[in-house]
């Protein structure tokens, strides 16, 4: 088989999506505020030449599970990795190519970080190489949120993928779902620094999944309707994260973390797990200035912490944390100042 090209993409995660769960159908409009931070999620695509015409001709590898499929993109079956077969389902492959895709995420599947839209995300972004029309990223991250909300029936919000092709920290005004304007925050340099540098990522130990609680939750809000009380206080929170990382107040911003996450559990106590009050309680006890459960919430996922200026006391507050076992532990983040990003090599 001759090598045609090689095509390497990359793209972040999201963390502390302050303003989540309005984001959604049921909500109507939302208003969310999101970063985007590495580590990544890898794809890499050998195009090559399909001499013999086969049906089966995509080879997907996922390097995380230590498994490998062959699918026919014309007829997906949707029954192993669906969310897989939906992105590649979604472009038009050329039947004279064979795709050797490989696909590796750098943190534990069901962080509650957005991972599944950074994976459909960097997917689409490499696939869309093998057309003659390059895609803007924001036409990307809407791409991906269909292949889960239209072609695999399940319940999406748009923020993930936003943050995940877009990169940076995104403000986003959905006016009308799933219709959004998304502004970049130009924040100061040393604020963005400072940030960086005190920010925590904190796996709970295990994968999160949606549950009957999350389907409980969602009958709940969309009875509740979009002016229900806790959705615009949701609203509001996004709108002051802009404003204080905007005046430089982390302060002010680790507070409204903080507002974000109990408005999390007045929508179901158990979406604020008991691992993630015990890790609330080290940063309380290590004068951390914020915290917010990423996602939605629930058993499993992780947690964003927001340290003191005392670069001891976060070591002192990470080292309490991965001595909690049962699998909980910091996972090294930085902030990622650019979203989707595509190159293609000549063998």
């Given at each position: 088989?001759?090598?045609?090209?090689?095509?390497?993409?990359?793209?972040?995660?999201?963390?502390?999506?302050?303003?989540?769960?309005?984001?959604?159908w049921f909500a109507q409009h939302g208003k969310v505020l999101n970063m985007a931070v590495f580590p990544l999620v890898e794809v890499r695509i050998q195009v090559l030449e399909n001499k013999k015409k086969v049906d089966q001709r995509v080879l997907v590898r996922l390097e995380n599970y230590g498994e490998?499929?062959?699918?026919?993109?014309?007829?997906?079956?949707?029954?192993?990795?669906?969310?897989?077969q939906g992105a590649i389902n979604s472009v038009a492959i050329p039947k004279e190519v064979m795709l050797h895709i490989s696909l590796f995420s750098h943190v534990p599947a069901g962080s509650s970080?957005?991972?599944?839209?950074?994976?459909?995300?960097?997917?689409?972004?490499?696939?869309?190489?093998?057309?003659?029309?390059?895609?803007?990223?924001?036409?990307?991250?809407?791409?991906?949120?269909r292949v889960e909300t239209v072609k695999l029936g399940l319940q999406s919000g748009i923020q993930d993928q936003m943050a995940s092709a877009l990169g940076g920290i995104c403000f986003i005004d959905m006016f009308k779902y799933p219709e959004a304007t998304v502004t970049k925050l130009d924040i100061a340099e040393p604020i963005l620094e400072g940030m960086g540098q005190r920010l925590s990522l904190i796996y709970l130990g295990q994968s999160h999944s949606s549950s009957a609680m999350h389907e409980e939750v969602i009958a709940f809000l969309e009875k509740k309707g979009a002016q229900f009380s806790i959705i615009q206080a949701l609203r509001s929170l996004a709108e002051q994260a802009k404003d204080r990382l905007l005046e430089g107040d982390l302060d002010g911003f680790g507070e409204v973390m903080i507002q974000n996450n109990e408005c999390q559990r007045s929508l179901h106590a158990g979406l604020i797990s008991e691992e993630a009050d015990a890790v609330i309680a080290i940063a309380k006890k290590h004068k951390a200035i914020g915290w917010k459960v990423n996602g939605a919430g629930g058993k499993g996922g992780s947690l964003t912490i927001l340290g003191s200026k005392d670069e001891k006391q976060n070591g002192w507050m990470l080292e309490e944390i991965n001595s909690l076992g049962k699998g909980i532990r910091s996972i090294p983040i930085s902030l990622a100042r650019f979203g989707v990003t595509v190159q293609a090599e000549d063998p």
């Open positions: 088989m001759n090598l045609l090209k090689t095509i390497h993409a990359i793209a972040p995660i999201r963390i502390n999506d302050i303003g989540g769960w309005t984001d959604t490998a499929l062959w699918l026919n993109p014309e007829n997906p079956a949707f029954d192993q990795h669906p969310l897989i970080t957005g991972t599944s839209a950074s994976v459909c995300v960097t997917l689409l972004g490499a696939l869309s190489q093998l057309t003659a029309q390059e895609l803007p990223a924001l036409e990307i991250a809407y791409m991906a949120h």
